[in-house]
């Protein structure tokens, strides 16, 4: 145990996370009628594994939210954007008309319809943003001798 | 005025007295520990009851829960955070104020 570490930071860190990672999702939730939305719950949700990076050291956030998960998550966030966008599309409406998704003339249901669409681009701009937001801090805050690790890595892989 | 009203008067206008004493302490104290004890208590205590006031003025029982939880995780994050700032400030070799100005003993190296 390091001098700079301290029990009360590293437990309070551990535990404050699914409070993060709830409200992240409260605030994704609140994007369609108030401040709120998939960028800021995507920044939210990832500042969660931001801390534990900061309170236990890179190595215990980078396993909470290691890079085989997060790399897929980057381009699946932009294709739930794009699916919903081009369902709309084949479904006879403009790109990104959420209401043609209703399959239905009624106004009403067209209404509900327009809510699905918004909440499920707000989940994939989400699901994006938390990756990249979390990718970013992870990759900088790469400790030296972990970065040597991977530099060396790399180069057996030129080499071979 | 009912009586709720008043109690919720007085947290708000107590809290606001020591958000008050907060800042002010902030802005004479001589060094880093010794703000960081007037900003470590006096936030936490008047966000808390001023917090308290709101509550007791009413409202649905979403607005009271959201503001229950406020408090509540104010509670906790603020000593912390207070606490991880003391510890980095001392392990990267901060010395202590003293009053008067005397030495504070051989300067410390940082880490120790």
Same mark, same amino acid.
């Given at each position: 145990?390091?001098?700079?570490?301290? /029990?009360?930071?590293?437990?309070?860190?551990?535990?404050?996370?699914?409070?993060?990672?709830?409200?992240? /999702?409260?605030?994704?939730?609140?994007?369609?009628?108030?401040?709120?939305?998939?960028?800021?719950?995507?920044?939210?949700?990832?500042?969660?594994?931001?801390? /534990?990076?900061?309170?236990?050291?890179?190595?215990?956030?980078?396993?909470?939210?290691?890079?085989?998960?997060?790399?897929?998550? @980057?381009?699946?966030?932009? /294709?739930?954007?794009?699916?919903?966008?081009?369902?709309?599309?084949?479904?006879?409406?403009?790109?990104?008309?959420?209401?043609?998704?209703?399959?239905?003339?009624?106004?009403?249901?067209?209404?509900?319809?327009?809510?699905?669409? @918004?909440?499920?681009?707000?989940?994939?701009?989400?699901?994006?943003?938390?990756?990249?937001?979390?990718? @970013?801090?992870?990759?900088?805050?790469?400790?030296?001798?972990?970065?040597?690790?991977?530099?060396?890595?790399?180069?057996?892989?030129?080499?071979? | 005025?009912?009586?709720? *009203?008043?109690? &919720?008067?007085?947290?708000?206008?107590?809290?606001?007295? $020591?958000? $008050? &004493?907060? &800042?002010?302490?902030?802005?004479?104290?001589?060094?880093?520990?010794?703000?960081?004890?007037?900003?470590? !208590?006096?936030?936490?205590? +008047?966000?808390?009851?001023?917090?308290? +006031?709101?509550?007791?003025? +009413?409202?649905?029982?979403?607005?009271?829960? !959201?503001?229950?939880?406020?408090?509540?995780?104010?509670?906790?994050?603020? =000593?912390?955070?207070?606490?991880?700032? &003391?510890?980095?400030?001392?392990?990267?070799?901060?010395?202590?104020?003293?009053?008067?100005?005397?030495? =504070?003993?051989?300067?410390? *190296?940082? +880490?120790?």
């Amino acid at each position: 145990m390091r001098s700079t570490d301290s /029990l009360i930071v590293r437990y309070i860190a551990r535990r404050s996370v699914p409070f993060i990672q709830l409200y992240a /999702l409260y605030v994704l939730g609140h994007g369609e009628d108030g401040p709120g939305g998939g960028f800021q719950g995507g920044v939210i949700f990832a500042s969660s594994f931001v801390l /534990l990076g900061l309170a236990n050291g890179w190595g215990y956030g980078r396993r909470a939210a290691p890079a085989r998960l997060l790399d897929p998550l @980057l381009p699946l966030g932009c /294709l739930i954007y794009l699916g919903i966008g081009l369902a709309a599309l084949l479904a006879g409406g403009a790109f990104l008309e959420y209401g043609a998704l209703a399959g239905s003339d009624d106004p009403e249901v067209r209404r509900h319809w327009h809510h699905y669409g @918004l909440i499920g681009i707000e989940v994939g701009v989400m699901v994006t943003v938390s990756a990249a937001m979390a990718t @970013l801090f992870f990759e900088m805050a790469r400790p030296a001798r972990v970065q040597a690790r991977v530099d060396r890595v790399g180069e057996e892989a030129d080499r071979a | 005025m009912s009586v709720l *009203e008043i109690v &919720a008067a007085a947290a708000i206008g107590l809290g606001s007295l $020591l958000m $008050l &004493a907060t &800042a002010f302490g902030v802005a004479v104290f001589p060094d880093f520990y010794t703000r960081l004890h007037a900003a470590g !208590k006096g936030d936490t205590l +008047g966000q808390a009851l001023v917090l308290a +006031g709101l509550l007791c003025l +009413g409202g649905d029982l979403t607005l009271v829960v !959201k503001l229950v939880l406020i408090v509540f995780f104010i509670f906790i994050f603020n =000593p912390t955070a207070t606490h991880a700032l &003391a510890r980095a400030g001392w392990v990267s070799g901060i010395v202590p104020w003293v009053r008067g100005g005397q030495d =504070p003993g051989a300067p410390r *190296e940082p +880490g120790a």
